[in-house]
C-alpha cells in the first residue's frame, strides 16, 4: 500500500522559493562513509546537498523527494544531478539499494508520529545492514518566540513541538529522546550526535542536532 507521509501544499508554493541552511559536514560524512558509497538524499528539495555530496567525490547518489516544484527547481539549478520526484512510499527501488542515506530536516516537515514512521521504515527497508544514516533535526527550542508556537499549535495535533509559520508551512521539532527511540526501533543504533545551531527558513537561528546512525542486521519487534 502507497503512503504519503509529507503534507505538500506549502513545499508546492512558497515553500519551494526557500533556501536551506542545514550545513553537511564532510569529515563526520566521510569518516565513515567512502565515497564510492550509494548514497539517498531523501527530502533533498531543490538538491543543495545533493550537488555537495557529488563536490566531495561521491558519485553514485540519487536525490528524491516528493515535491514537484522542489525538484523542478533542482532540475533548473544542478542538471547534471539525479534528481527526482517521487510522492508516494514505497520509492521503486528493492530493498538495500543504498549504502546509506540523507534525512535533512525531513521528520522536521511531518507532523504526526505516523508518517515519521513511515519514512523510518522505508529507509530502513533502503539501506543495507551496516549502511549509514545521516539525520539532521531540529530539537524542540527553549525560547519564548518558540514556545508560543509550540501552545498555539498544541490543540490540533496529538505530538507536542508543531506550529504552522505565518507562510502555511507544519513543521515539528522533537525532544530528542523521541528521534533516538524513532531510530532505534526502525533498526538504527546511533554511533554520534553534534549539536550546533542552523537558520530556520524565517531567518531566525535555532539549535539543531545532527546524527550518524548505523543500520544494525535486524529490527527491534517493536517497529
Known amino acids: 500500500m502507497s503512503e504519503r507521509p509529507v503534507p505538500h501544499g506549502f513545499w508546492e508554493g512558497a515553500g519551494a522559493g526557500k533556501e536551506f541552511t542545514h550545513r553537511l559536514d564532510p569529515e563526520l560524512l566521510t569518516a565513515c562513509l567512502p565515497r564510492d558509497a550509494r548514497v539517498l538524499d531523501y527530502g533533498c528539495g531543490y538538491g543543495r546537498l545533493t550537488a555537495q555530496l557529488v563536490d566531495l567525490g561521491y558519485q553514485d547518489v540519487r536525490g528524491v523527494d516528493p515535491s514537484r516544484a522542489m525538484i523542478r527547481r533542482g532540475h533548473r539549478e544542478h542538471p547534471e544531478l539525479d534528481l527526482v520526484h517521487l510522492s508516494v512510499l514505497p520509492l521503486p527501488s528493492v530493498d538495500a539499494s543504498y549504502d546509506a542515506a540523507l534525512l535533512f530536516v525531513v521528520l522536521n516537515c511531518v507532523p ?8 523510518l521504515r522505508e529507509v530502513a527497508r533502503l539501506v543495507r545492514p551496516g549502511g549509514v544514516l545521516y539525520v539532521s533535526d531540529v530539537p524542540v527550542q527553549s525560547d519564548a518566540r518558540h514556545l508560543q508556537r509550540y501552545e498555539a499549535g498544541a490543540p490540533g495535533h496529538s505530538a507536542y513541538g508543531v506550529f504552522t509559520t505565518d507562510e502555511g508551512g507544519l513543521f515539528r521539532h522533537h525532544h530528542p529522546q523521541h ?45
Request: hydrophobic share 35%; net charge neutral.
Open 179 to 223: 528521534l533516538r527511540t524513532l531510530l532505534h526501533e526502525h533498526g538504527f543504533r546511533i554511533e554520534q550526535e553534534r549539536p550546533g545551531t542552523a537558520a530556520s527558513l524565517q531567518g531566525h537561528t535555532t539549535g539543531n542536532l545532527q546524527v550518524i546512525a548505523r543500520r544494525v542486521q535486524t529490527v527491534p519487534e517493536t517497529a
Open 112 to 119: 504526526e508520529d505516523a508518517g515519521q514512521r513511515a519514512i
